[in-house]
């Protein structure tokens, strides 16, 4: 069974900071990644999308890699603003199952002004 | 272009009601998903649509849970009796259906059960 494993459960940082989102995942049979962002009381945003035959994907301030192999992906985010306070999950798609999404319990950021 | 559309946003039973939430995917999208995400977790897949045949709902409790997706656009999900348990958020997500595309979420159903 697919689990997926986010830390650290939160983080706080100040304002300006770079920093780094964990994911770990234990099936490597994975058709693609994704990083969502969550705001409180709403639903979850795609952040950035990786193909299983990818390593990284960038877009603006945020870089997310993946090492099948490993089970691992990162999401960098830099120069962290107040406004990047959120959840972050991750996900990966399952190839035995189609596209179902086994999802990370997430990561609260804030980053403080 | 319009995102996925679901409603109602909150709603507030009590435990044996029944309640039944709506969504409506981005158009030209034929595969839809429910997810279930409890307080502090991540979602949970409850079942998935490619057009209208329900094609995985192992996840989906078939004693108070039901779904639809008549046409293969529009969705329906119901809880008939709700229990307690059930106060959750549920999402509805859609994608153009093959198996590596990207999933784009709804902003949720927020049920509480009393």
């Known amino acids: 069974k697919q689990e997926v494993t986010q830390i650290p459960a939160a983080l706080s940082v100040p304002e300006g900071e770079n920093l780094v989102l964990n994911c770990s995942f234990t099936d490597s049979a994975i058709y693609n990644l994704q990083w969502f962002r969550q705001d409180p009381g709403k639903g979850l945003t795609s952040l950035l999308l990786?193909?299983?035959?990818?390593r990284e994907q960038t877009s603006g301030r945020l870089n997310a890699s993946l090492d099948k192999s490993s089970g691992r992906s990162t999401l960098y985010i830099a120069a962290s603003q107040p406004g990047d306070s959120a959840t972050y999950l991750c996900a990966v798609s399952l190839m035995e199952y189609g596209n179902k999404l086994v999802f990370g319990a997430g990561t609260i950021l804030r980053v403080k002004s | 272009e319009a995102g996925v559309v679901q409603s109602p946003r909150y709603k507030i039973i009590e435990k044996k009601q029944p309640v039944a939430f709506w969504c409506n995917p981005i158009s030209g999208h034929n595969t839809l998903y429910w997810y279930l995400q409890n307080l502090g977790q991540g979602p949970e897949l409850l079942i998935r649509y490619e057009n209208e045949e329900a094609v995985d709902d192992s996840q989906l409790p078939k004693d108070r849970f039901s779904a639809e997706r008549l046409k293969g656009v529009d969705s329906t999900l119901k809880i008939q009796p709700a229990e307690l348990g059930d106060s959750a958020v549920y999402l509805c997500a859609s994608s153009l259906g093959a198996a590596s595309n990207e999933q784009y979420f709804g902003p949720g159903t927020r049920l509480t059960v009393t």
């Open positions: 990786i193909q299983s035959s990818q």
